[in-house]
């Protein structure tokens, strides 16, 4: 007879081994590239929903995907006439991986991503490596899937895919002019309406479904004070340099880290293209930025940085000058209304320090899907959003904060805070056993916060809660009204 264990109430990982031994056993093995792993079998929701999401793109879909596999009737509009994703790479971190995988996105992700096997910190001066994470196969046997990095377009395409697979409807060139929270309407600019159950808009930075929810009390993107370079480089270039070689020899991220600015890299479009992210912290009008000066203006900011990276930038022939933008806490995700709710950069727009900004748009279609099949009539709508609105605002926020200090920790001048962060990182460099670091990809209670957190199991966990303290309240009100009938008895015998 097998041992029945209850979740402990308090932190531990007294019991990990248990997750992981399930994991071991209901998976076929191991890292590489995802096979055509059908998607895990969910129930139906018990209440179906017709349901309107505003934006096709990483978190839209997401969203589509999560909601259609419960059997929801989901319509996405787009506003642009074709499908199609700006910018180079993005990495998939587990927690969000493992979800994607479960959905079976794994067939029409296929090679196109890459698994880097390590993540190094490199001194801005000279490479020296002064922070290590091990990815492979650590994150697969931890966190239950791997973490993976790809092109946009590639991982746009395959949740594309996915969502009509699943029988969600796409209309492309859906410009929405206007929401009508308490009816549940979008409005286009072309006249046409459309009204579902729920609207779910996923309409980016500078949504007008938050102003609709709202009202006088919008509050609008912040700059953060830092800007990103985008770029891709051939990796043939790089090859033909002895010097460069060592960068290409196995999948990796590596980040170079300096006074006010760092630089991301690693390879993506399976191998072919190599992706670099360079930001800096720059507080000017992006209004006076010029395009015809950008590759100029990117050489200039990391001139004096270490040889090898410069070689690699010089090799940039094309680049975009990205602002990074902020949304500060909402006070609420979801109109008074409950037919009108936002997600996304909507909703958590924050800084890539941590990379977990389009991770964070995947668990809220993941949360929001598992939640409303947790109901069983529509009264329930109003709980069950309630609920999605109060996880997921925990999560995505304490994210990007934990972005936002990484903007902090990686730019330090030369000096005493740096050297006491890297000497914080020098453990994991030797291999020697630690139990902190100033690496948050490292660091053992932020890396299981990060990676570990399984966004259904979170809101279903606080559905369970709220539910059961509902069921409380009703059970004493019962019980009172009991109580008051029995002595209006008692006093009408007397």
């Not at 190094?120 to 990095?149: C, M």
């Not at 808009?201 to 007008?208: K, P, R, T, V």
């Not at 991220?253 to 006074?259: D, H, R």
Request: hydrophobic fraction near 45%; proline fraction near 5%.
């Amino acid at each position: 007879m097998a041992l029945i264990i209850r979740e402990p109430s308090y932190p531990t990982r007294s019991l990990q081994f248990l997750q992981q031994h399930a994991i071991s056993a209901s998976q076929n093995g191991g890292t590489g590239h995802p096979g055509p792993m059908p998607s895990v079998e969910v129930p139906r929701a018990a209440v179906l929903l017709n349901i309107i999401i505003v934006g096709a793109g990483l978190g839209g879909l997401s969203a589509a995907i999560a909601l259609s596999r419960r059997g929801h009737i989901v319509t996405v509009l787009e506003q642009a006439e074709a499908l199609g994703e700006v910018g180079a790479g993005i990495q998939i971190p587990s927690n969000s991986t493992r979800l994607l995988l479960n959905w079976g996105l794994g067939e029409f992700l296929g090679r196109n991503v890459a698994e880097p096997e390590a993540m190094s910190f490199l001194r801005w001066q000279n490479g020296e490596k002064i922070g290590h994470t091990k990815l492979v196969p650590d994150f697969q046997e931890n966190f239950g899937a791997p973490y993976y990095v790809v092109h946009r377009a590639h991982l746009h395409a395959a949740l594309y895919k996915c969502a009509l697979k699943l029988g969600v409807t796409v209309h492309v060139g859906c410009k929405v002019e206007a929401y009508s929270a308490d009816a549940g309407t979008v409005r286009l600019a072309n006249g046409v309406s459309y009204t579902g159950d729920l609207v779910v808009a996923a309409d980016g930075i500078n949504s007008i479904a938050r102003r609709e929810i709202l009202k006088e009390n919008d509050i609008k993107p912040t700059a953060t004070g830092f800007a990103v370079y985008r770029a891709t480089v051939d990796v043939e270039k790089i090859k033909a340099d002895p010097e460069l070689a060592w960068i290409l020899e196995k999948p990796s991220l590596n980040i170079w880290i300096g006074e006010d600015r760092h630089v991301m890299t690693y390879t993506i479009a399976g191998g072919k293209s190599f992706n670099m992210v360079l930001s800096h912290v720059d507080r000017s009008n992006p209004a006076t930025w010029r395009a015809d000066t950008a590759i100029e203006d990117m050489q200039r900011y990391f001139q004096g940085w270490d040889p090898r990276l410069v070689k690699i930038i010089r090799m940039i022939d094309q680049t975009i000058k990205w602002p990074l933008m902020n949304i500060p806490p909402l006070p609420r995700w979801v109109a008074v209304s409950n037919r009108l709710l936002v997600i996304g950069d909507a909703a958590h727009a924050m800084v890539p320090y941590m990379s977990q900004g389009a991770a964070m748009a995947v668990e809220d279609g993941a949360a929001l899907g598992e939640v409303l099949s947790l109901i069983n009539h529509r009264a329930q709508l109003p709980l069950a959003l309630a609920v999605f609105e109060q996880v997921r605002m925990k999560r995505s926020y304490q994210m990007q904060e934990a972005s936002l200090l990484n903007g902090k920790l990686w730019h330090f001048s030369d000096g005493p805070e740096q050297k006491a962060r890297d000497k914080a990182m020098r453990p994991e460099v030797e291999g020697k056993h630690f139990l902190s670091s100033a690496n948050q990809w490292s660091d053992p209670v932020t890396q299981w916060w990060a990676y570990g957190y399984d966004a259904e199991i979170e809101v279903a966990k606080e559905w369970r809660s709220r539910h059961a303290a509902l069921d409380s309240v009703l059970g004493d009100c019962g019980n009172g009204l009991e109580r008051l009938k029995v002595n209006g008895n008692d006093a009408n015998e007397s």
